[in-house]
């Protein structure tokens, strides 16, 4: 996994609450076999309207994405996650979020982040005045910075930090003890063939 620490990027808003993980990733691409490729089928439904938010060539390329509230409810499919990654999102802003969805992202190296509905909705403002506008989310510092003075801070899980800022997902977390988990099998290995000789 990728680690995050700081991401400058344009940023997409997606004016919706209650954004449920269908809505993000259709149904009918659960069927892969394989864990990659999701990102082309991302809010598939809504992207074959014209004028949805990341069909704008202004938003294309965006790493930051706003939300309304509620975002990543509904079914705790995991695609939801890999199809936000695979489509290069790496940080989420919104008021709230579904909890399987906020693990999930979390393990797949999304930076969530909950801010309240009035800076939301002042960033939203800027998202929308004009293609291009950007922000810099800083999980090192606990802050959201843009260009024009703006200075946000916000609050993450110690443990979901820490395996950001370290690109460690389960895997990656369990390799940490990779000297004890050798060791045990060693012992494990050792004792196996002593009660097989006695």
């Known amino acids: ?5 700081t991401l400058t990027s344009t940023v ?3 004016e919706l609450s209650n954004v449920d993980t269908d809505q993000i990733i259709p149904k009918q691409f659960l069927k892969r076999i394989e864990r990659t490729g999701y990102g082309e089928f991302l809010f598939f439904d809504w992207r074959q309207r014209p004028d949805f938010v990341l069909n704008r060539p202004g938003y294309r390329g965006a790493q930051i ?3 309304g509230r509620n975002f990543g409810c509904g079914s705790s499919r995991e695609h939801a996650a890999w199809a936000l990654e695979q489509y290069g999102f790496r940080c989420v802003l919104a008021p709230s979020f579904a909890d399987i969805f906020h693990s999930n992202a979390g393990k797949n190296g999304i930076l969530l982040v909950t801010l309240p509905e009035e800076q939301l909705e002042r960033l939203l403002l800027q998202a929308k005045a ?4 950007a922000l810099t989310v800083s999980l090192e510092e606990n ?3 843009d260009a024009f003075g703006l200075e946000l801070r916000f609050e993450t899980d110690p443990f979901r ?3 950001l800022l370290g690109g460690l997902d389960d895997i990656g977390l369990t390799l940490r003890h ?4 050798t060791a045990y099998e060693q012992r494990h290995d050792a004792d196996a063939w002593m009660r097989a000789r006695a």
């Open 143 to 145: 802050t959201i910075t």
């Open 1 to 5: 996994m990728q680690p995050f620490t």
């Open 65 to 67: 994405l706003l939300a």
């Open 161 to 163: 930090r820490e395996c």
């Open 130 to 133: 004009g293609d291009g506008y």
């Open 12 to 14: 997409a808003p997606l």
């Open 178 to 181: 990779g000297d004890a988990l």
